[in-house]
């Protein structure tokens, strides 16, 4: 487990790195990477949608073109705070939560759609999260997942090893259906300098 799959820890690094996270996010996760995730999904304006690790609130501006009403969720409230001077604390359009992936603090069958977007790297127990996640989702429901890529090279993997999780799309493959999910699918995506960078994952959750 790397150094940030630890939920202290995580908090204390976004409490510095959200001073700066607007300004670092776009080399690595940028609008147009943003727009080619929403358009793997189905939208429709009256869906309910949960942003998971929603952070600044990035994706959440994302999920806004698409939808009426977004709900957003972080464990950081640094991150939150930033989101707050983004929307506004008390925004009809989104309703900000602040609490754990692994403990979603929301009723089952709740969500046409959860996002999350630069979250599953921190998370002790993604297979647990993604778990939550098909517990609030409707039966048929969506969910989408952006993550690091696992990197080619010996030196970056150690590296990447030691700090958070990287996977492949043989490793989202076997946490997503371990979870529960159908028709999983995932896309490789990144800036043009690094363009396989992330993995993005879709799946459903089954037809009860």
């Known amino acids: 487990m790397g150094i940030l799959e630890n939920k202290a ?13 607007d300004w670092i996010n776009p080399f690595i996760w940028n609008e147009e990477m943003r727009t080619e995730a929403l358009d793997l999904l189905e939208f429709e304006e009256d869906m309910t949608v949960l942003d998971v ?10 999920l806004l073109e698409e939808v009426d ?12 705070e930033k989101a707050y001077g983004k929307f506004g604390k ?17 009723a089952t069958d709740t969500f046409d759609v959860v996002w999350s977007s630069g979250s599953i790297e921190y998370w002790p127990n993604p297979i647990l999260a993604l778990r939550e996640f098909r517990r609030v989702l409707k039966p048929g429901g969506q969910v989408l997942v952006v993550g690091p890529n696992y990197p080619d090279r010996l030196i970056t993997q150690k590296f990447a090893d030691a700090m958070m999780l990287f996977y492949d799309e043989y490793e989202a493959d076997r946490m997503f259906k371990r979870a529960g999910f159908e028709d999983v699918k995932h896309k490789f995506m990144g800036p043009s300098y690094e363009p396989d960078v992330a993995i993005t994952t879709i799946g459903r959750a089954p037809d009860r």
């Open 9 to 21: 820890r995580a908090r204390l690094f976004y409490k510095y790195l959200s001073t700066v996270y």
């Open 53 to 62: 690790g929603c952070g600044t609130g990035f994706g959440t501006e994302g």
């Open 69 to 80: 009403h977004v709900y957003a969720l972080d464990q950081s409230e640094h991150q939150l």
């Open 90 to 106: 008390r925004n009809p359009s989104v309703q900000f939560h602040r609490g754990d992936a692994e403990r979603l603090p929301f």
